[in-house]
C-alpha cells in the first residue's frame, strides 16, 4: 500500500514539476501584469516563449503588452522601437500559429498604435493593412467575440474620425457581449473576452 | 521466525520508503542550485536598468535593477546561453559553462538601427512612411493645396526648388529640368513628364497613388545613381495592394476609374483615365486660341508576384496618348505661333528582388521606353521617336548592422530619331545611339550610434562620347545631440549632354558638377527644422554660336558655372491643434556661361528667393479638411534689348506671388467630394518677355509678357472607393 503511495507521490511530484514551470511562469507572468509591472511581465513573457518554443500563447501576450505600452509614447523613435519589438513577438506568434484570429487582431491593434501616434503619416497604409486584417479574421472566426469587438472598435475610431456617427456599430458590440458571455475556452492561458470593458465600448458608442 | 520475517519485511518496507524518499529528496537536492549574475552597461559604462537577463530556452531570468545588476538562481547546469536584451541595443549573447556565468561585467552595445540613430541624409527629402524623418507624408502628395494631385508639384513646395510655372518642371538648385532624373524602383524613367508646350506647366506622368515612398535628392546622391547634374527623384511602388477594390474618379477634366485583383500570390492593378480639357476652356476660355484642346487617354497596370521564398517580381507598364493643336500669341507671328502635338508614350518596368540569405539581397530590373512624337510647328513637321531601355543588378550585403556593402552595374540604351520636315526646305534626319555602361560599389559604416558615413564610387563608361568618367561620393553624418545633426556630403556627377545637341554633334566630354553639402537637422516630436548650405560647380557645359542648336552651329564643352545657396525647411505638427504646416526657403545665387550666352549670367529659370508655406487644417465637424499654400519668387532676368541693345540677361520681372486652397469633403469614408483653385487671388505673374525682332520707328523694340494661359485655374471632382470592405476609404484620394 505504502509502496502505491509513494509511487503515486513520486510520480505525481514529477509531472506537477514538469506542469508548473510553465504554468508557474504564466501565472508570474499575469500577476505582474496585474500588478502593473508590465516590463517585467513582458520580460517573463519573452522568456517562457524562447523556453516554449512550439505554443504561440507566450509571444502572443509579451507583443500584446508592448501594444498596449505603446499608445502612450509620445517620441516617435521610442514608439517606433516598441512596436519593431512587437512585430518581432508577433511574427514569432504569427509563425508558430499561422491563421490565427486571435493574432490577427492584435497585429491590427499594433496597426493603430501607429495610426494613433500620427495619423497623417501612417493612417493610409494602415488603414488598408487593418481592413485585410479584419476581413482575414472574419473569414476564420466569424463568431469570436474578441474579432466582432476589435472591428468594431476599429469602425467607431474611424467615424469619429470623420465625424460620424458610430451607432452603427453598437449592435456589433452586443452581439458580441452575448457571444463572449457563452464562450467556452478549453486552452489554458487562451485569451479571453473582457466582458467588463466590451460594456463600457458599448455605452461609448450609444452616445 | 514469524517475528524477524515480519521484522524484516517491515524493514524493508521502511527501507524502501525511505529510498523513495531520498530518491523524491534527490531528484530536488540534485538539481543543483547556480547564481548567475552580473552588471548590465552601456559602452561608456553607465547602468541599463531594466534589461532582461535569462538563460536562452529557459525559464530562469531577471530584470536589471537601477544599478544594472542582476542575479539569479538556476538550476540549470552544462553550457548555457546567456541572452540580454534591451530596446534600442543589440542584443548580446554568451554562450559558456553555467558556472563561469557569474560576475559578469556586459557592455551593450547601441542599435545602430534605431530611429534616434544618426541618418545620413545630406541633400535628401524622404517622404513615405517608412523614412525615418519625413519631410512629406503620404497624403500630402494629394492634399497639397497648389500641387492638383501631382507628386512632381508636391516636391516643389521643398526648399532648393525654383518656381518655374510655366514650365512644371523640377528645376533644383540652379540647374536645368533636365538635370534631374527620375527612377521607379531604382530603374531609370525616361520621359518621366506629360508632354507639353510653351507656357502650359507639365505634370508627372505617374499616378501618386503607385507609390510608397518618394526620395527627393536635391544633391550628394548615392553612387548608385547616375546620369544626373543635379537631383535624382526615387519612387518606390507599393509591394503588394491590401485589397481588391474599385476606384472611380470624376473630375471637371476628365474622368478616371482604377481596379485591383488578387488571386493568389498574384496581384493586378489597372488605372485608366481620359482627361479633356474642352469643356473647362469652354466655361473658362484662357489666353490660346485651341484648335485642339488637350486630350490624353493614361493606362498604367501593376502586376506583383510573390515567389514562395518571399521574393518578388513586379512588373509595371504605363501606356499615355496626347494630342493638342493651339495657336499662342507672338509677337514676332501676327497671326499667332502654332503648335500641335501628338504624342504617344509607352514605359515598361520589371523588376525582381530576392532575399538570398545570410544577409544578401538582389535586386534587378529592366525598363523600356517607347516615347513618339509628332509635332506641328508653324510650317514644319518634326517627327521625334525615342527607344531607350535600362538594366540594372544591385547587390547589397549586410555585414552587420554597422556595415553594409552595395555594388552593382547597369547599362543605359537610348536610340533617337528625328525626322524634320519643311515645306522649303526639304527633308532632314538626325540620330543617335546614345549606350552608356556604369558599375558602382558604395559602403555604408556606422562607426557608433552618432557616427556614420556612406562611401562610393561609380564608374560609367559613355560609348557615343567614348569616355570613361569616374565620379567619386562621400557623406558623412555626426549627431550632435538627443534631436539634431549635422551632415556634409561631397560628390562628382556626370550626365550626357542633351538630345538636342546630340542630335547634331556627337564629339563632346559628358558635362560634369561638383556638389558640396552642409547640413544641420533637429528633429522632435513631429517638428522638423534643417538648414542646408551647398556649392556646387559646373563644369564642360556645352557651348554653340547660333540662336538655336542648329546642324551648323559650332558646338563645344568650354561652358562653366556655380550655384550656391542655403535652403531652410521647417515643419510642425505638433503647435496648432489639428493642423499641419511646413515653411520652406531657398536662396540661390547662380550664374552660368553655357549654351549660348555670350557673358557669364544668371539663367532665367533661377530665382534667388523662393518661399513655399503649406498649411492644412482638418475641422471635424465639418467633415472637411481644407487646405492653404502660399508661393512667393523673387523675379527672374530676362533680356531687354531696349536697355542695351547688346544687353544679355540684364532686367528682372516682377516677384512672383500665388495662393491657393483646396477642400476636401468626406461625404462617407468612401466618397470625397473635391475643390481647388490655384492662384484665388488672381495674381498677375509674368515669367519673362518676348520682344520684337525687330525695332519699331521710334527704334524701341516692342513687347510681351510671358504669362500663364489663365490666371485662375479651377478643379472639382468627386472620389468614389468600391470595396467588399467598407473601412477602406477616400482618404487616399483626398
Given amino acids: ?207 | 521466525m514469524k517475528a524477524p520475517l515480519y521484522h524484516q519485511n517491515e524493514k524493508n518496507t521502511l527501507m524502501k520508503t525511505i529510498l523513495s524518499i531520498l530518491l523524491i529528496l534527490t531528484s530536488f537536492f540534485s538539481i543543483a542550485q547556480t547564481t548567475v549574475s552580473g552588471i548590465v552597461t552601456d559602452t561608456k559604462g553607465n547602468p541599463i536598468e531594466g534589461t532582461n537577463v535569462y538563460l536562452d530556452g529557459t525559464y530562469d531570468g531577471a530584470s536589471t535593477n537601477a544599478k544594472g545588476a542582476f542575479s539569479f538562481q538556476t538550476t540549470e547546469n552544462g553550457t548555457q546561453t546567456l541572452v540580454v536584451s534591451f530596446i534600442s541595443f543589440e542584443t548580446f549573447r554568451k554562450t559558456a559553462k553555467i558556472s563561469a556565468l557569474n560576475d559578469l561585467k556586459i557592455k551593450l552595445r547601441e542599435d545602430v538601427n534605431t530611429l534616434d540613430a544618426v541618418t545620413i541624409n545630406a541633400g535628401t527629402f524622404e517622404a513615405g512612411d517608412n523614412a525615418k524623418v519625413t519631410a512629406l507624408k503620404p497624403l500630402d502628395v494629394v492634399t497639397t493645396a497648389s500641387a492638383l494631385g501631382d507628386f512632381v508639384g508636391a516636391l516643389q513646395t521643398l526648399p532648393g526648388t525654383s518656381t518655374v510655372a510655366e514650365d512644371g518642371r523640377m528645376f533644383v538648385r540652379g540647374g536645368e529640368a533636365n538635370e534631374t532624373q527620375f527612377f521607379i524602383d531604382g530603374i531609370r524613367v525616361f520621359t518621366p513628364y506629360t508632354p507639353t508646350t510653351n507656357n502650359i506647366p507639365s505634370r508627372g506622368r505617374y499616378s501618386p497613388f503607385l507609390f510608397k515612398g518618394i526620395t527627393f535628392s536635391t544633391g550628394g546622391y548615392s553612387a548608385e545613381y547616375g546620369q544626373a547634374l543635379s537631383s535624382v527623384i526615387l519612387l518606390n511602388t507599393i509591394d503588394e495592394p491590401i485589397q481588391e477594390k474599385t476606384d472611380l474618379q470624376f473630375m471637371t477634366v476628365g474622368v478616371g476609374v482604377g481596379n485591383t485583383q488578387m488571386f493568389g500570390k498574384n496581384s493586378l492593378s489597372v488605372n485608366a483615365s481620359y482627361i479633356n480639357l474642352a469643356p473647362y476652356l469652354e466655361l473658362f476660355p484662357d489666353r490660346n486660341t485651341w484648335k485642339d484642346p488637350i486630350q490624353s487617354l493614361n493606362g498604367e497596370a501593376v502586376y506583383r508576384f510573390k515567389f514562395k521564398d518571399e521574393s518578388l517580381l513586379k512588373i509595371y507598364g504605363a501606356f499615355s496618348y496626347t494630342d493638342f493643336d493651339l495657336i499662342q500669341e507672338n509677337i514676332n507671328f501676327s497671326n499667332g505661333f502654332r503648335f500641335g502635338l501628338e504624342n504617344r508614350n509607352l514605359y515598361l518596368n520589371g523588376s525582381y528582388k530576392n532575399n538570398l540569405g545570410n544577409g544578401w539581397k538582389i535586386a534587378t530590373g529592366l525598363s523600356f521606353t517607347n516615347d513618339h512624337s509628332n509635332i506641328n510647328i508653324e510650317n514644319d513637321e518634326v517627327v521625334d521617336n525615342e527607344n531607350s531601355a535600362h538594366i540594372k543588378v544591385a547587390v547589397k550585403k549586410r555585414f552587420s548592422n554597422r556595415f553594409k556593402l552595395s555594388f552593382g552595374g547597369e547599362y543605359f540604351i537610348t536610340n533617337f530619331n528625328e525626322d524634320f520636315n519643311n515645306n522649303s526646305n526639304g527633308a532632314f534626319n538626325y540620330n543617335f545611339n546614345n549606350n552608356l555602361a556604369a558599375s558602382y560599389v558604395e559602403t555604408d559604416i556606422f562607426f557608433s550610434k552618432k557616427l556614420a558615413s556612406k562611401i562610393g564610387v561609380r564608374a560609367e563608361y559613355s560609348e557615343l562620347l567614348d569616355e570613361f568618367t569616374i565620379s567619386p561620393r562621400a557623406s558623412l553624418s555626426y549627431k550632435t545631440g538627443e534631436s539634431s545633426q549635422v551632415s556634409l556630403a561631397y560628390g562628382r556627377f556626370y550626365q550626357n549632354p542633351n538630345n538636342e545637341f546630340l542630335k547634331f554633334y556627337k564629339d563632346f566630354t559628358a558635362p560634369n558638377t561638383s556638389h558640396y553639402i552642409a547640413n544641420y537637422q533637429y528633429v522632435k516630436n513631429k517638428q522638423i527644422f534643417r538648414i542646408e548650405a551647398y556649392y556646387k560647380k559646373y563644369n564642360d557645359l556645352v557651348k554653340f554660336n547660333t540662336e538655336m542648336p542648329l546642324p551648323t552651329s559650332v558646338y563645344s564643352n568650354l561652358g562653366s558655372g556655380f550655384a550656391k545657396g542655403v535652403d531652410v525647411f521647417w515643419r510642425d505638427n505638433k503647435n496648432i491643434k489639428n493642423t499641419d504646416y511646413w515653411i520652406s526657403y531657398s536662396y540661390l545665387d547662380t550664374e552660368r556661361d553655357y549654351r549660348n550666352y555670350p557673358v557669364k549670367a544668371t539663367p532665367n529659370f533661377a530665382n534667388t528667393h523662393n518661399l513655399s508655406v503649406v498649411a492644412k487644417h482638418f475641422i471635424k465637424s465639418w467633415k472637411s479638411q481644407v487646405g492653404f499654400s502660399y508661393n512667393f519668387a523673387s523675379g527672374r532676368n530676362y533680356t531687354n534689348p531696349n536697355k542695351d541693345i547688346n544687353g544679355f540677361l540684364n532686367e528682372q520681372t516682377k516677384n512672383y506671388n500665388s495662393v491657393s486652397l483646396n477642400w476636401a469633403y468626406l461625404l462617407s469614408q468612401q466618397k470625397i467630394l473635391y475643390f481647388s483653385v490655384n492662384n484665388v487671388l488672381g495674381t498677375e505673374n509674368v515669367f519673362g518677355y518676348n520682344y520684337k525682332n525687330t525695332p519699331n520707328p521710334n527704334g524701341m523694340f516692342e513687347r510681351q509678357a510671358i504669362t500663364p494661359a489663365a490666371d485662375r485655374f479651377f478643379f472639382v471632382g468627386f472620389f468614389w472607393t468600391i470595396s467588399d470592405n467598407k473601412k477602406d476609404n477616400q482618404l487616399n484620394n483626398l
Fill in chain 1, 1 to 207: 500500500m505504502k509502496k502505491v503511495i509513494t509511487f503515486i507521490v513520486f510520480v505525481f511530484t514529477i509531472q506537477v514539476s514538469a506542469q508548473t514551470q510553465y504554468d508557474k511562469g504564466m501565472n508570474k507572468a499575469f500577476e505582474l501584469w496585474g500588478a502593473n509591472k508590465t516590463t517585467k511581465a513582458s520580460q517573463l513573457f519573452e522568456r517562457i516563449a524562447n523556453a516554449e518554443k512550439e505554443n504561440w500563447l507566450p509571444p502572443y501576450y509579451a507583443a500584446t503588452i508592448e501594444i498596449i505600452d505603446a499608445f502612450k509614447i509620445k517620441e516617435e523613435p521610442k514608439l517606433i522601437a516598441k512596436l519593431t519589438k512587437a512585430q518581432k513577438f508577433l511574427d514569432a506568434a504569427n509563425s508558430l500559429s499561422p491563421n490565427n484570429p486571435e493574432i490577427l487582431i492584435r497585429q491590427a491593434l499594433l496597426n493603430v498604435a501607429y495610426m494613433a501616434f500620427d495619423g497623417q503619416k501612417y493612417g493610409m497604409s494602415m488603414s488598408m493593412k487593418n481592413a485585410a486584417l479584419y476581413k482575414k479574421a472574419f473569414e476564420l472566426a466569424p463568431e469570436n467575440p474578441r474579432v466582432i469587438l476589435s472591428k468594431a472598435e476599429s469602425d467607431m475610431g474611424a467615424a469619429r474620425f470623420f465625424g460620424q456617427s458610430t451607432k452603427p456599430f453598437c449592435k456589433s458590440i452586443q452581439k458580441a457581449i452575448d457571444l463572449g458571455k457563452k464562450e467556452k475556452i478549453d486552452i489554458k492561458y487562451y485569451p479571453r473576452f473582457d466582458v467588463n470593458r466590451a460594456e463600457k465600448v458599448l455605452k461609448q458608442c450609444m452616445k
